[in-house]
């Protein structure tokens, strides 16, 4: 597609489910970002992959979360054993992974954890 | 480590007026800094990108300014329209071997018409 895609947009999930966000990048991005934003707050760095690999993972807040990106394209986002903490919407953006390039975010997908 | 901070949460101007967002960073000096618009229920979108050796970069109306004695960014827009209205991000960018972006928690403009 011609933009970065979240699916799904929304999400409700009972405390203690398991859930998993995709992402799907603009393709040729080296480049793919997770981030957290909670109603009215700022952007929560989670993790970055260059490539499949992810040379920063110090934004995810628990072992409870993990992330994996395959073919240099897909991304998914897991939390196991959601708390009601969780409650946020998650942001992927792409870029072309060089210094200097702009970032293209999702529209994300907005998570309420009940 | 590395802080962005952007000094106000929430700026009212009123239209026709010069907006100007603050943002500082409190260590290194960034290889660039990226400035972002984002309006509710949306992803942030780019506007500019100034690298740490240009003092001012240009497009349309806008116009961002980067100070590595200050350790500060200045983003501006002139003639502000109510249309300008919505939250403005500063990220930055460190050349580490990584392409770590890291924002600040935004301005929230309102243009007053």
């Known amino acids: 597609g011609a933009g970065v895609s979240q699916s799904p947009s929304n999400k409700v999930t009972e405390k203690g489910k398991d859930v998993e966000l995709r992402c799907d990048p603009i393709s040729g991005h080296t480049a793919l970002y997770w981030y957290r934003q909670r109603l009215g707050q700022g952007l929560e760095f989670l993790i970055y992959?260059?490539?499949?690999?992810?040379?920063?993972k110090s934004g995810l807040p628990s072992d409870r979360f993990s992330a994996e990106r395959t073919g240099e394209s897909v991304s998914t986002l897991t939390i196991q054993r959601t708390q009601q903490e969780d409650s946020a919407v998650y942001l992927c953006?792409?870029?072309?992974?060089?210094?200097?390039?702009?970032?293209?975010f999702g529209q994300g997908t907005r998570l309420t954890v009940v | 480590s590395q802080k962005i901070e952007q000094n106000s949460e929430a700026l009212n101007i009123q239209e026709g007026k010069t907006a100007t967002l603050t943002c500082n960073y409190t260590n290194y000096s960034p290889a660039y800094l990226q400035w972002y618009r984002q309006d509710p229920g949306r992803g942030p979108v780019f506007l500019l990108l100034i690298r740490e050796n240009e003092k001012e970069k240009r497009k349309e109306r806008l116009k961002v300014t980067f100070d590595t004695t200050l350790k500060q960014s200045l983003f501006h827009i002139t003639a502000s329209q109510p249309a300008d209205s919505a939250t403005y991000l500063c990220?930055?960018?460190?050349?580490?071997?990584?392409?770590?972006?890291?924002f600040g928690t935004g301005t929230r403009l309102t243009i007053i018409p």
């Open positions: 990220a930055e960018g460190s050349n580490f071997g990584n392409e770590k972006l890291t």
């Open positions: 953006a792409s870029s072309l992974g060089s210094l200097n390039t702009e970032a293209f």
């Open positions: 992959f260059q490539g499949n690999s992810a040379p920063d």
